[in-house]
């Protein structure tokens, strides 16, 4: 067993925590943007692969406190890195710092590469390369105030990165958000899902990969542990055939339509790298057109929020998604972000949800409306 952070956006933590808790992680505690918990390689491995709201799988080697440069560095050289690389291997660092004693997280990188760097060369004489694309170890360093966190980052490429995106219209939202409003909005593939402003298609595709159940890194080649001393490539296929074979077949309608032939087209080109464009019926259709299917399921719309238009013309906008809304989506579980509060006001249906997520830097609403 050993301790496991996982990293996630904010707003999507008890998300995050029941994924794991499905995955058979011990100990969950959701913390701030990440979910910590305990378990073995295996849960690593599948935490990579199958995890739909994860952007990093962090394996903390040493917590410590540092009041300035010297002990922190010192801190670093205790660390035995011959455990987790070679002196042939490549190294690459990411750094966040928050707080007095570190202010910029550049410098705070460089600072760990040296430490590690030089640990090499006082034993061998020769120092390890730095590779920021692929190395073979990436180390993660969280610094709050005088509180140091060192992990390795298992990962690799940010797991948001699902290898299926070929082509975006203005403002696709972050895939790890899509998969978390979806999971947040209690839809579980059992019944129709609509998008009726899919852009890109990240929410259709994301519901796609759900109901089937498709571990969501099915089109990825590589992850950080792969090149571990560690790695176990036979325990590694065996996991990856198991999440594999749990791949189903989904009876349900799901619709992506959007006004512009744009987004239908991106949507459908991104559908067909991801090999799913058999489950999906795209259209190019405004909102106030489209038909619902005959059984009613679940609705997640991404409207867009104009700063070009005028702010009344944004209203007006917002008040007539709320009317099409009543009129002909009645018994759907209907959810709206905006970053737009005041928009998002407009809709004017009753609210029986009020969650607030990060698209981007930009703060969100979150709501889901009453559809009686
Ligand atoms: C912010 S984008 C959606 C991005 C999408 N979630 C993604 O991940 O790529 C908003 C989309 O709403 C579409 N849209 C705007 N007004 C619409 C309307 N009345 N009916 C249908 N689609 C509309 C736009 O064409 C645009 O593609």
Known sequence: MQSIIVKTLAGLEPVLAEELRLLGAKGIRPLKRAVGCEGDMELVYRANYELRTALRVLLPIRSFSAYNERSYYDALRDINWTKFMGVNDSLAVDAVTQGEVFRHSHYLG???????????????????????????????????????????????????????????????????????????????????????MCGSGTLPIEATLIATQTPVQFKRES???????????????????????????????????????????????????????????????????????????????????????????????????????KKRWTGWNAWVISSNRDALKHVGLRTSKRLSLFNGALECGYHQFEMF
């Open 110 to 196: 460089l600072l760990t590469k040296d430490a590690i760097v030089d640990q090499f060369r006082d034993r061998y004489n020769r120092r390890p390369n730095v590779n920021t694309i692929a190395p073979n170890l990436r180390v993660n360093v969280h610094v709050q105030g005088t509180h140091v966190d060192i992990s390795l980052d298992s990962s690799g490429d940010s797991l948001h990165k699902r290898n299926y995106r070929r082509d975006t219209v203005e403002a696709p939202l972050n895939e790890v958000l899509a998969a978390g409003m979806i999971l947040l909005s209690g839809w579980n593939g059992k019944g129709p899902f609509v998008d009726p």
């Open 223 to 325: 992850f950080g542990f792969f090149k571990w001393p560690d790695f176990d490539a036979k325990r590694w296929n065996a996991l990856k055939s198991a999440a594999d074979a749990r791949i189903q077949p989904f009876e349900f309608p799901i619709l992506a339509s959007d006004k512009e032939s744009r987004a239908r087209n991106a949507t459908s080109l991104n559908l067909m790298s991801a090999g799913l464009e058999k489950w999906v019926r795209v259209e190019k259709m405004p909102f106030d057109k489209l038909e619902a299917p005959e059984v009613p399921g679940t609705l997640i719309m991404n409207p867009p929020y104009d700063e070009r238009l005028k702010v009344e013309d944004t209203l007006a906008f917002y008040k007539s998604i709320g009317d099409v809304l």
